[in-house]
C-alpha cells in the first residue's frame, strides 16, 4: 500500500471549529472494539477492512475528515476513498488520540 504525499490534513482544533459552521462527515475507520472505548463524537464507524465494500453508504461530494488511533490506517483510507472519486477528504492529524491529548471530548 502507498500514501499519497499530497493528502490534506486536518488538525484536532480545526475539526472543532470546522463542526460548528457544517456537518462534515466524520469517518472512523478505526475496528469496532476501538470504536466502542472512545471515539470522537457525531462519528461513523465503518472499519478500514469494510471500507471499499461500504463506499456507497458514504457521499463522495461531501467533506469527509477520516481517523483511527494515531494516522496510518486513516492516511490508507484518504487513499481508497480518493481513487473511488471523493475529492474533499482529509486525514485528522495525529487520530483520535492526538484529538484527545488535545482535550477535545469524547464518546
Same mark, same amino acid.
Request: glycine share 6%; net charge negative; proline share 7%.
Given at each position: 500500500m502507498?500514501y499519497?504525499?499530497?493528502?490534506?490534513t /486536518?488538525?484536532p482544533?480545526?475539526? @472543532?471549529?470546522?463542526?460548528?459552521? +457544517?456537518? =462534515?462527515v /466524520?469517518?472512523?475507520?478505526? *475496528?469496532p472494539? +476501538?470504536h466502542?472505548?472512545?471515539? &470522537? =463524537?457525531?462519528?461513523n @464507524? &465503518? =472499519?478500514?477492512?469494510?471500507?471499499e $465494500?461500504? @463506499? $456507497?453508504e @458514504? *457521499?463522495?461530494?461531501?467533506?469527509? &475528515?477520516?481517523?483511527?488511533?494515531?494516522?496510518?490506517r486513516?492516511?490508507?483510507?484518504?487513499? /481508497?476513498? +480518493?481513487?473511488?472519486?471523493?475529492? *474533499?477528504?482529509?486525514?485528522?492529524?495525529n487520530?483520535v488520540?492526538?484529538?484527545?491529548?488535545?482535550?477535545l =471530548?469524547t464518546?
Amino acid at each position: 500500500m502507498y500514501y499519497t504525499y499530497s493528502m490534506k490534513t /486536518i488538525t484536532p482544533q480545526e475539526l @472543532l471549529e470546522l463542526t460548528k459552521t +457544517e456537518e =462534515p462527515v /466524520i469517518l472512523d475507520v478505526r *475496528d469496532p472494539d +476501538e470504536h466502542e472505548t472512545m471515539c &470522537i =463524537p457525531n462519528s461513523n @464507524l &465503518i =472499519p478500514l477492512s469494510e471500507l471499499e $465494500s461500504r @463506499l $456507497s453508504e @458514504l *457521499d463522495p461530494n461531501k467533506k469527509t &475528515i477520516v481517523y483511527c488511533a494515531s494516522g496510518g490506517r486513516s492516511c490508507a483510507a484518504c487513499d /481508497i476513498l +480518493e481513487e473511488h472519486g471523493f475529492t *474533499d477528504v482529509y486525514n485528522l492529524q495525529n487520530g483520535v488520540l492526538g484529538w484527545m491529548m488535545s482535550g477535545l =471530548p469524547t464518546e
